[in-house]
């Protein structure tokens, strides 16, 4: 059974700061891995998708990295902003119907 | 365009009521799923279809029911509420290939008291 493991489950950073949130899943028989933003009462939002025979990907300020065969992601924030509080969680997609295995999630705050 | 809408946005129930959770998505994807997610918890998937008149359970689907009649529809039905059935609620769906982003709604708060 699919098992993805997030740490830390939260983080308090000062503003600029970059900083570093991990995944890692327990079968590497992935499709992809995907890392979520939620913010409080809202639903989950896509930000990263990285296919299994990528390493990368990137968008604005947001990079995500994926090891396969060692079961880990990281998703790298650089100068962090207040707007980036949230919780973000990471999922892999796995089997037939694309099902999705998620983690507890990082609660993230950047004070000012 | 709206993408995935759920209704109610809260809802409290007594012991023994029932409900259905609305779901419809305007994007013609094939996928959609329905999870809960508890405080501190990840979500844990209740059902799931990959098109109209294809259900399957997923991890957490006793006390739950599902239909999809339409490849827009997808409602979660509560049979009996109990107070182990409070938590969020959330719908997603996603295209029919593996590498598409998954799309979810904004959630429905449920309390059964």
């Known amino acids: 059974k699919q098992e993805v493991t997030q740490i830390p489950a939260a983080l308090s950073v000062p503003e600029g700061e970059n900083l570093v949130l991990n995944c890692s899943f327990t079968?590497?028989?992935?499709?992809?891995l995907q890392w979520f933003r939620q913010d409080p009462g809202k639903g989950l939002t896509s930000l990263l998708l990285i296919q299994s025979s990528q390493r990368e990907q990137t968008s604005g300020r947001l990079n995500a990295s994926l090891d396969k065969s060692s079961g880990r992601s990281t998703l790298y924030i650089a100068a962090s902003q207040p707007g980036d509080s949230a919780t973000y969680l990471c999922a892999v997609t796995t089997g037939t119907a694309s099902k999705l295995t998620f983690g507890t999630g990082t609660r993230l705050q950047v004070t000012l | 365009n709206a993408g995935v809408t759920q209704t109610p946005k809260f809802r409290i129930l007594k012991i023994g009521q029932s409900m259905t959770l609305q779901c419809t998505q305007d994007m013609n994807h094939n996928y959609m799923y329905w999870y809960r997610q508890d405080p501190g918890m990840g979500l844990k998937l209740i059902y799931y279809?990959?098109?109209?008149?294809?259900?399957d359970k997923g991890e957490v689907p006793n006390g739950y029911n599902v239909s999809r009649s339409t490849t827009e529809d997808f409602p979660l039905r509560l049979e009996l509420a109990a107070p182990s059935q409070t938590s969020v609620y959330f719908c997603?769906?996603?295209?029919?290939?593996?590498?598409?982003?998954?799309?979810f709604g904004s959630g429905t708060q449920l309390s059964v008291l």
């Open positions: 279809s990959v098109g109209a008149g294809i259900t």
């Open positions: 997603a769906s996603k295209g029919g290939h593996p590498n598409e982003k998954l799309f």
């Open positions: 079968d590497s028989a992935i499709y992809n």
